[in-house]
């Protein structure tokens, strides 16, 4: 249920709620648990982990996120979870993206890759790559990197919760290529894409819109005009 809040409530509203959850969890993992249980316990504190350094980093805390994303990946290894572990690398791409690092997010983002590609962190792992390419101006590596994506997700059934956070579907897809057109200046494929977006909207969830769309979109008009 936390996940599926990220779009819909601010991080100041879901960290403590997370947080708490994490510390009822390390209280039952003190407890007498089977292998069975032990499992479920480590996954469930791996998701929320990496949520909460999510929320953290949209909160503009990245050492909090950080720490928290150390945790996300100690708790999937524990787990023996490669989509978690792969979440993992995720963050750490996108922190690099956002803190101007092309190239360290481009190595983070492969090595994720690796880990669990024919997942929903793959088909985000690939969008990652495909948004550095576009902003280093490479069409043809960005475009390979949207094929990609759009491969993955293929391989993948529908989300039974497409408000999930770390579920990747169709309309996250188009929204993350029409950024990637906006970036590289490709007037028509831009318009396209974010026609589609803006078509869509209602079914776009699990990523936080807002200004991101706004901006799209006024890009969008402002490459109406080249």
């Excluded at 408000?163 to 897809?173: S, V, Y």
């Excluded at 200004?211 to 979109?217: G, K, N, S």
């Amino acid at each position: 249920r936390l996940r599926r809040s990220y779009a819909s409530a601010p991080p100041a509203l879901l960290i403590p709620r997370v947080q708490a959850r994490l510390r009822g969890l390390r209280r039952l993992h003190t407890g007498r648990l089977n292998l069975a249980q032990r499992q479920q316990l480590l996954v469930a504190g791996g998701w929320l982990a990496t949520l909460l350094a999510t929320l953290e980093f949209d909160a503009g805390d990245q050492p909090a996120a950080e720490d928290s994303r150390d945790a996300a990946l100690q708790l999937g290894k524990a787990a023996g979870h490669q989509e978690i572990m792969a979440w993992s690398f995720e963050l750490l791409a996108w922190f690099a993206l956002v803190n101007h690092q092309p190239r360290q997010a481009l190595d983070l983002a492969q090595q994720g890759l690796t880990l669990a590609p024919n997942t929903s962190a793959g088909v985000q792992l690939a969008m990652q790559q495909a948004r550095v390419w576009a902003r280093l101006g490479q069409r043809r590596e960005t475009e390979q990197a949207l094929r990609a994506g759009a491969t993955a997700l293929a391989r993948l059934p529908p989300p039974a919760h497409p408000e999930d956070h770390f579920a990747f579907d169709a309309p996250k897809l188009t929204f993350y290529a029409a950024m990637c057109f906006t970036w590289l200046h490709q007037t028509e494929q831009a318009e396209e894409h974010a026609r589609q977006v803006q078509d869509a909207r209602d079914l776009l969830v699990g990523v936080r819109l807002g200004d991101q769309l706004d901006h799209l979109l006024l890009t969008r008009r402002q490459l109406r005009l080249l």
